[in-house]
């Protein structure tokens, strides 16, 4: 059997098929290919935002970190994030399975000279590097902004509350980072003043979650 690429190219069109948050009534729909290209195109700004500040970013690494970050929900499905994030040990055996049906593809579907980058290429790329950081930032950004979304149309599933407090969480993670800062002194702010039902309960709760991680709440 000839090996080639095919079903690799092909596996792409599957991700548009894949939505976000299963199981739940949405307003509007985020496949994870979708979600793919926004993390891509708002590490992209942080990078630069970072760039800007004098660090040196691997623009090479950062972009195939964003583009293949979610490529394992290919087999795995999106698992809804206050589920994937319940404890540390489920995180990690999500990881473990992501990783090993990863290689079981790689090793099946791409051709033996490329497998050593595919494998690299396709694992977690959220590390302690400066790209790694930023592209767990830029994936929580998106996740917010989903969620804000369905809080704004009035959605009134109280999980994407639950997830907007997860990605904030996380973001705040990262407070240090120059881009991080950035965000919420420019374009957090601009996101809240936008008008919705339930404007000044979430500001309240963005700037308690803010002021409790040490930062300083202006929004």
């Not at 000839?2 to 092909?10: D, E, L, T």
């Not at 290919?33 to 700004?45: G, L, M, R, Y």
């Not at 595919?118 to 790209?131: A, F, I, S």
């Not at 149309?153 to 950035?182: G, H, Q, W």
Request: charged share 30%; hydrophobic share 35%.
């Amino acid at each position: 059997m000839i090996v080639g690429i095919h079903h690799y190219f092909k596996s792409l069109s599957d991700l548009e098929k894949i939505y976000r948050c299963p199981g739940k009534f949405k307003f509007q729909e985020h496949s994870v290919a979708s979600h793919s290209f926004k993390v891509t195109k708002i590490a992209q700004f942080l990078g630069t935002v970072e760039e800007q500040a004098g660090e040196q970013i691997d623009w090479r690494l950062l972009y195939e970190k964003a583009l293949n970050h979610d490529y394992a929900e290919l087999f795995t499905g999106d698992i809804k994030t206050p589920v994937k994030y319940a404890s540390k040990e489920l995180k990690r055996l999500f990881n473990e399975v992501e990783e090993e049906m990863t290689k079981k593809f790689v090793e099946k579907e791409i051709p033996t000279e490329f497998q050593h980058i595919y494998l690299e290429r396709l694992k977690e790329g959220k590390d302690e590097t400066l790209e790694g950081r930023i592209l767990s930032v830029a994936d929580k950004i998106d996740l917010l902004y989903e969620s804000f979304g369905e809080i704004q149309k009035e959605n009134p599933e109280e999980l994407f509350l639950e997830i907007y407090e997860e990605a904030l969480s996380t973001i705040l993670r990262f407070k240090d980072m120059t881009c991080v800062k950035y965000f919420f002194e420019y374009i957090l702010p601009d996101m809240l003043q936008e008008r919705f039902i339930e404007q000044s309960e979430l500001t309240a709760i963005t700037e308690k979650m803010i002021m409790e991680s040490g930062g300083n709440a202006s929004l």
